[in-house]
C-alpha cells in the first residue's frame, strides 16, 4: 500500500550545526511532496516543496532533495537554531487530493 | 486572519456524546479535509470535501460525519464517541492539490 517513512524517529543536533532529516515513499506515482514542521500545540507549518521534474529545490536556510531513483527525500537544515526544535514530517501526493504523511522525526536542539 | 480555523481547541467528553468541530477557511480554496493525529503523532487522512462534494472517504466509521455547507466550511460531526476517538483533529485546505494549509487543530478526549 501507500506509504511514506522515516529512518529516524528522534533526531539531536547542536545548535549551528546542519541537520538533515530523512523520509523514504513508496508511491512512485507522487509527484508532489511537501515538508511540514509542527511544534507543540499546533498545526503543521508549510516549510517547503518540490515536484517530482526537479531534484533540489531551496529556501531559507532548507534544502529538499529528491531522488526518485530510490524514492528518498530530504530536508536539510542549515545552521539549526532552538527555534527549530519541532517535529517535521514529509508528505507525498499522487494522482488524489489527498496528503499521505511520513511518521514524523523530531528534531531536538541543543544549546 | 487566520487562513484556516477550527473550533474548538479543546473538547473534552463522556463516552457516548455527540460533539461537532467547525472548520472555516478564508484562502479561497475549493478542497477541504479532516486529519486525524493519533498519541504517536501519525497523521492520517479521513475526508476531502472539492466545491462541497465528498472526494475521498479514508474508511472511517459512520459515526463520523463530514458536512460542508459551502466552499469555505467542513464541519465535522461524531456521534456516540468512543475512547478510541481521543485525537487531535486537524482541518486542512489546498487548491488544486497546492498550497495545502492547516488548521490549529482541535485536541479530543473522551473520557
Known amino acids: 500500500g501507500e506509504s511514506v517513512g522515516l529512518h529516524l524517529p528522534t533526531l539531536s543536533v547542536q545548535e549551528g550545526d546542519n541537520s538533515i532529516i530523512n523520509c523514504a515513499y513508496s508511491?512512485?506515482?507522487?509527484?508532489?511532496f511537501i515538508w511540514y514542521k509542527q511544534e507543540s500545540g499546533k498545526g503543521p507549518q508549510f516549510i517547503i516543496d518540490i515536484r517530482s521534474n526537479m531534484d533540489k529545490r531551496q529556501g531559507q536556510r532548507v534544502t529538499v532533495l529528491l531522488n526518485k531513483t530510490v524514492k528518498h527525500l530530504s530536508l536539510q537544515i542549515a545552521a539549526t537554531q532552538p527555534g527549530d526544535s519541532a517535529v517535521y514530517f514529509c508528505?507525498?501526493?499522487?494522482?488524489?487530493?489527498?496528503?499521505?504523511f511520513g511518521s514524523g522525526t523530531r528534531l531536538l536542539v541543543r544549546p | 486572519d487566520t487562513a484556516v480555523s477550527q473550533t474548538p481547541k479543546y473538547l473534552v467528553t463522556q463516552m457516548g456524546n455527540d460533539k461537532s468541530i467547525k472548520c472555516e477557511q478564508n484562502?479561497?480554496?475549493?478542497?477541504m479535509y479532516w486529519y486525524k493525529q493519533d498519541s504517536k503523532k501519525f497523521l492520517k487522512i479521513m475526508f476531502s470535501?472539492?466545491?462541497?462534494?465528498?472526494?475521498i472517504n479514508e474508511t472511517v466509521p459512520n459515526r463520523f460525519s463530514p458536512k460542508s455547507p459551502d466552499k469555505a466550511h467542513l464541519n465535522l460531526h461524531i456521534n456516540s464517541l468512543e475512547l478510541g476517538d481521543s485525537a487531535v483533529y486537524f482541518c486542512?485546505?489546498?487548491?488544486?492539490?497546492?498550497?495545502?494549509?492547516f488548521g490549529s487543530g482541535t485536541r479530543l478526549t473522551v473520557v
Open positions: 508511491n512512485s506515482a507522487s509527484d508532489y
Open positions: 508528505a507525498e501526493n499522487g494522482s488524489s487530493y489527498k496528503l499521505i
Open positions: 486542512a485546505s489546498s487548491q488544486l492539490r497546492q498550497g495545502y494549509t
Open positions: 470535501y472539492n466545491n462541497k462534494e465528498l472526494i
Open positions: 484562502l479561497g480554496h475549493d478542497t
